[in-house]
T-cell receptor
Framework: SQQGEEDPQALSIQEGENATMNCSYK?????LQWYRQNSGRGLVHLIL?????REKHSGRLRVTLDTSKKSSSLLITASRAADTASYFC???????????FGQGTTLQVKP | GAVVSQHPSWVICKSGTSVKIECRSL??????MFWYRQFPKQSLMLMAT?????????EQGVEKDKFLINHASLTLSTLTVTSAHPEDSSFYIC??????????????FGAGTRLSVL
């Protein structure tokens, strides 16, 4: 299976703390994307990092990419209760547009 | 950002009936749409790639006669679950691919359809 792995599978933190989620993948990539899913809803695109980038920021989100280790991390700083959701990394083919999703990390931020 | 509308959001049907799910890109044209299935507390599994004006490409293990996909226009793809059975009960999500600056494609997702087959 080409599906990547994410860890931790579940993460519970207090509001204000930082949350770090990790993603590993198996193939060469052109880019890696992070998505968020609220319970019972569709996915929302958060951030895309290209294979020639090492770090990218968007608001309270910080994504790193280490292509030598085939891994990426998503850091959410100063977490809020509204950040409670599942987070997925995804990579895929730039030709077909297909995405392969990681297993996901379920984040719970307690108020 | 780009908006994808998926309808219905929830459907209950009797075993043996067929159910059609619609996926529309509201503010952009999508030559490629994707259909996923998601089981509780699991990740998304790609079922098929829907290409406008041509046949869908199904992933290994997905029955094309069971899950009929039609992509008749640049803004609409439909998934029909034929002769549904309880094991088809699941959360189905569509996405539409939009080409961003630099040629990188980003998928925008519908809100999903929860199918319950009795």
């Amino acid at each position: 299976s080409q599906q990547g792995e994410e860890d931790p599978q579940a993460l519970s933190i207090q509001e204000g703390e930082n949350a770090t989620m990790n993603c590993s993948y198996k193939t060469s990539i052109n880019n890696l994307q992070w998505y968020r899913q609220n319970s019972g809803r569709g996915l929302v695109h958060l951030i895309l990092i290209r294979s020639n980038e090492r770090e990218k920021h968007s608001g309270r989100l910080r994504v790193t990419l280490d292509t030598s280790k085939k891994s990426s991390s998503l850091l959410i700083t100063a977490s809020r209760a509204a950040d409670t959701a599942s987070y997925f990394c995804a990579h895929g083919s730039s030709n077909t547009g297909k995405l392969i999703f990681g297993q996901g990390t379920t984040l719970q931020v307690k108020p | 950002g780009a908006v994808v509308s998926q309808h219905p959001s929830w459907v209950i049907c009797k075993s043996g009936t067929s159910v059609k799910i619609e996926c529309r890109s509201l503010d952009f044209q999508a030559t490629t749409m994707f259909w996923y299935r998601q089981f509780p507390k699991q990740s998304l599994m790609l079922m098929a790639t829907s290409n406008e004006g041509s046949k869908a490409t199904y992933e290994q293990g997905v029955e094309k006669d069971k899950f009929l996909i039609n992509h008749a226009s640049l803004t609409l793809s439909t998934l029909t679950v034929t002769s549904a059975h309880p094991e088809d009960s699941s959360f189905y999500i569509c996405s539409a691919r939009s080409i961003a600056v630099g040629g990188v494609g980003i998928q925008y997702f519908g809100a999903g359809t929860r199918l319950s087959v009795l």
